[in-house]
Every structure is written in structure tokens, then in C-alpha cells.
């Protein structure tokens, strides 16, 4: 296969799972009962923290292995450091906090705008 089918295919894998994820809130917004509304977001979060161990702290401690470093170290510091981070924008969208949308409109934009940043350095 050629280096254009390779990306194609990259970009309608990740767009299918999110058009299906989505497809959840579009077509059932005002039925979805509390506890399906649960177990969805329970799914999306055991699927996030799998995709964080196999993608990032697995990853993390097998470069550290491999440069002579205590290999649980760098992951257990960037962890750290991420949960710090997470609590002092968790802090600040209380400052921005939008009497109309309330705090949860701003944790959106903030988290969105969180997500993008290991995803540029990854």
C-alpha cells in the first residue's frame, strides 16, 4: 500500500471511533438514562487510562531501561507532574468560571485544549 492509503486509512479510524462515540450524545441526549450515561463514561475513561499505560508510561519506562535510568522514575515524575498540572487548571477554570455556561463549559475548553499538548509531544 502506498504512503496516501497508509494515511487515509489513519485518519478514518480515529474519525469512525469518534463519530461512533459522539453518535451517543447526538441520537440519545434526551433519553439516555444516568446509568447509561455512567457506563459510557466509565468505558471512555478505561479506554483513555489503557491508552495512556500502553502508549506513554509503558513506552516511558522502556526508554528509561534502555538509558541506564531507574526505569519507574521518569514515568512516576511526568504522572506527577501531569496530575499537579491538572489541579492548577482545574483551579483556574474555577477563576473563569462563566455564569451562563458555569465551570463545566470552561473544564471543556480547557481539557481539549490540554489534550493537544502531550499529544504534540508524543
Do not use: D, R
Not at 50 to 57: E, G, P, Q, R, Y
Amino acid at each position: 500500500m502506498n504512503n496516501v492509503l497508509y494515511s487515509l486509512i489513519g485518519i478514518l479510524i480515529p474519525f469512525a471511533g469518534t463519530s461512533l462515540g459522539s453518535s451517543f450524545v447526538l441520537f440519545l441526549k434526551k433519553n439516555m438514562s444516568e446509568k447509561i450515561q455512567k457506563i459510557t463514561v466509565g468505558f471512555a475513561a478505561g479506554v483513555m487510562i489503557a491508552a495512556s499505560v500502553w502508549s506513554l508510561i509503558l513506552p516511558s519506562v522502556e526508554m528509561a531501561e534502555n538509558q541506564g535510568v531507574i526505569s519507574w522514575v521518569p514515568a512516576t515524575v511526568g504522572l506527577v507532574l501531569g496530575v499537579i498540572f491538572l489541579i492548577i487548571i482545574n483551579k483556574i477554570a474555577g477563576k473563569f468560571e462563566n455564569k451562563k455556561n458555569g465551570k463545566k463549559m470552561n473544564m471543556l475548553l480547557f481539557s481539549v485544549t490540554l489534550h493537544n499538548i502531550p499529544e504534540g509531544c508524543g
